[in-house]
C-alpha cells in the first residue's frame, strides 16, 4: 500500500513512539498517529509522507484500547498543554520509560537493560509551580466550529494557552488542572474582569491591545502566591484597578507584578518590571535549600519531584569529602548547590548572565561558601585554564538543553577522562547520541528515567558514567 497525501486509512495502534504519538505499521512502513494510544483501532488521514514513514491526523475511535480512559479536562484533545490525558498515569509512565529504553538502544548502541523502571510522580495533576497563559484577541475555533459552513467569528478575548502550531490563537480555556486549582481562578476571574472594564487583550498580528499574559507562580513549601501581568503599555492607572480587584478577591495572593512587554518579542518577559503589591518574589525549597524566585526566573517546574530527580542524580555521583565537583549547564545553581554538602568544592559554567547572578545569590542566601559560578558558552569556557585554575573535577554534572551537548564539549569530556559523570536530561534521544560518543571512554551504568511531567509525553533522565579502567 503505497499511503498517499490524503488518504484515509484504518490503522491499529501497536506501541507509543517519540513525542507521545502512537505507532502503527502498513506493510513494514511506520504511521504515526497523535492523540492515539497502543490497542486503538482507528481511522486516520495521512497528512505527511515521509521517506522512511507517514504521519496522519486521527479522523475517529473505530475500537477504543482497553487502555484507553476519558481525560479529565475538556480540552484534552486540543491543547497542547498535556496531549496524554486519555492514557492512564500507570501506562504513562511505562510508555515514557519505553521511550528511554528505545532511544539508548537504537540511538545510542548500548543494552536496554541498563535503563530502570521510570521514576513517577506522586501527583498526577496539579503538580506545576508555574503557568504562563497567552491572551490574545482570536481565540482558537472548536472542531464543529471549524467544520461549520456558516461564517464563525474568533475575535474575543482569549486566554489560556497557545493553540499547536499557532502563535496568534489562543485556546480559549474554560479549565485546567495542571497548576493548582486557584491558577485557573484566577486567569477566569482577570478575563471577566478585563471583558468587563473595557481592557483590551492585545493582538499580535495588529500589534495593539493591552493584556498579554498572566503568568502565576506558588511555592511547594510555602504560601507564597504570584501573579506576573504582562502589558503591551505602561499604564498603572489600569494596573492598580487590576492589582486592587484580585486581592480583594483572592487574599492569598503575596505578591502582584507587572512586567511591561511593549515589544513585538512574544515572550513573557517584560523589557522592564513593576512590583505593585508584596516583594515582588516568592520563596520556596529544594531540599534544604531555599530559593527566592523572581517573575522571569527559572526555577524547576514541578517542585517535589525535582528532588528526586536530584537524589537520583546525587546518588549516581556518590560525592566524597574532597571530590572536586564540575557542574556543566547549572542554571541558577540548584543542583550545584544541591551536590554541594559533601563536596569541597562545586564549580557551576552557565552561558545566560542573569542565570549566573541568580546562581551567584542564591549560594550567597543559602550561606554556601564552597560553591562558585563562571559564565560561557560551555564550549569556549570549558577549558585547561578552567581546570588549572579551579583543579580538576572528580565528578561532572551536565544538564544540558533539550539539544544535547556540543560536539566540542562531549570530545573535552572524553579528552578530560573525569572519574564519575552523570548526565541529566530533559531529551533522551539527544542523550543517546551524545552518550555514543562517552560510552568509548566511561561505561554507561544505569539510566534512571524520572517523570517531571505527568500527562504528557516528555521524561526526563539521568545515566551514570564511570571512567573505563
Known amino acids: 500500500m503505497a499511503l498517499k497525501k490524503g488518504q484515509e486509512v484504518e490503522l491499529e495502534i501497536i506501541d507509543a513512539a517519540f513525542k507521545g504519538k502512537g505507532l502503527a505499521k502498513v506493510d513494514g512502513l511506520a504511521v504515526f498517529v497523535p492523540g492515539t494510544t497502543p490497542g486503538d483501532k482507528v481511522k486516520a488521514r495521512i497528512i505527511k509522507k515521509k521517506k522512511k514513514h507517514r504521519e496522519a491526523k486521527l479522523l475517529e475511535i473505530l475500537e477504543p484500547s482497553e487502555h484507553r480512559i476519558e481525560p479529565k479536562c475538556q ?11 486519555h492514557i492512564p498515569y500507570s501506562k504513562q509512565v511505562e510508555y515514557k520509560g519505553q521511550q528511554v529504553k528505545d532511544h539508548i538502544k537504537r540511538i545510542g548502541h548500548m543494552n ?19 503557568m504562563e497563559y497567552s491572551i490574545s484577541a482570536r481565540r482558537w475555533l472548536t472542531e464543529e466550529e471549524i467544520k461549520s459552513d456558516e461564517y464563525v467569528d474568533d475575535s474575543a478575548f482569549a486566554a489560556g494557552l497557545h493553540a499547536p502550531g499557532r502563535f496568534d490563537k489562543i485556546l480559549n480555556l474554560k479549565e485546567c488542572h495542571l497548576q493548582v486549582p486557584e491558577s485557573f481562578q484566577i486567569l477566569d476571574f482577570v478575563r471577566n474582569y478585563c471583558i468587563e472594564h473595557g481592557i483590551e487583550p492585545y493582538d499580535t498580528l ?5 493584556m ?7 511555592s511547594h513549601y510555602t504560601d507564597d502566591f504570584m501573579v506576573n501581568l504582562v502589558t503591551y503599555q505602561d499604564d498603572q492607572s489600569v494596573m492598580e484597578r487590576v492589582k486592587d480587584a484580585l486581592l480583594q478577591e483572592f487574599p492569598f495572593i503575596t505578591t502582584v507584578v507587572n512586567n511591561v512587554n511593549d515589544t513585538k518579542s512574544p515572550t513573557a518577559a517584560g523589557r522592564y518590571e513593576k512590583v505593585l503589591f508584596g516583594p515582588g518574589f516568592i520563596v520556596d525549597k529544594i531540599g534544604d535549600f531555599i530559593f527566592k524566585i523572581h517573575p522571569n526566573a527559572f526555577f524547576q517546574t514541578n517542585t517535589a519531584q525535582a528532588e528526586k530527580l536530584y537524589d537520583v542524580a546525587k546518588d549516581f555521583a556518590d560525592i566524597k569529602d574532597d571530590d572536586i565537583v564540575y557542574d556543566l549547564y547549572c542554571g541558577v545553581g540548584t543542583l550545584s548547590l544541591y551536590m554541594s554538602r559533601r563536596a569541597k568544592h562545586v564549580l557551576g559554567i552557565e552561558l545566560v548572565d542573569v542565570a549566573v547572578e541568580n ?14 559560578f563562571i559564565k560561557g558558552d560551555m564550549k569556549d569556557v570549558f577549558t585547561q585554564d578552567v581546570v588549572d585554575k579551579h583543579g580538576a573535577p572528580n565528578v561532572l554534572i551536565t544538564d544540558p538543553p533539550r539539544a544535547g551537548m556540543h560536539p566540542d564539549v562531549v570530545k573535552r569530556l572524553c579528552e578530560l577522562k573525569v572519574p564519575r559523570i552523570v548526565y541529566v536530561s530533559c531529551n533522551s534521544s539527544t542523550m543517546a547520541r551524545d552518550l555514543k560518543e562517552l560510552k568509548e571512554v566511561y561505561d554507561v551504568e544505569i539510566v534512571q528515567p524520572v517523570d517531571m511531567f505527568p500527562q504528557t509525553y516528555h521524561i526526563e533522565a539521568v545515566a551514570k558514567l564511570s571512567l573505563k579502567v
Do not use: L, P
Not at 112 to 130: C, H, L, P
Not at 206 to 210: P, Q, R, S, V, Y
Not at 359 to 372: I, P
Open 75 to 85: 480540552h484534552a484533545n486540543v491543547c497542547g498543554g498535556c496531549s496524554w490525558q
Open 112 to 130: 536496554g537493560d541498563i535503563v530502570k523502571q521510570a521514576i513517577a510522580s506522586d501527583q498526577e495533576f496539579y503538580y506545576r509551580n508555574k
Open 206 to 210: 495588529e500589534n495593539t491591545g493591552f
Open 212 to 218: 498579554r499574559n498572566i503568568m502565576i507562580r506558588n
Open 359 to 372: 546562581a551567584r545569590f542564591n549560594a550567597k542566601e543559602n550561606e554556601v561558601d564552597n560553591v562558585s
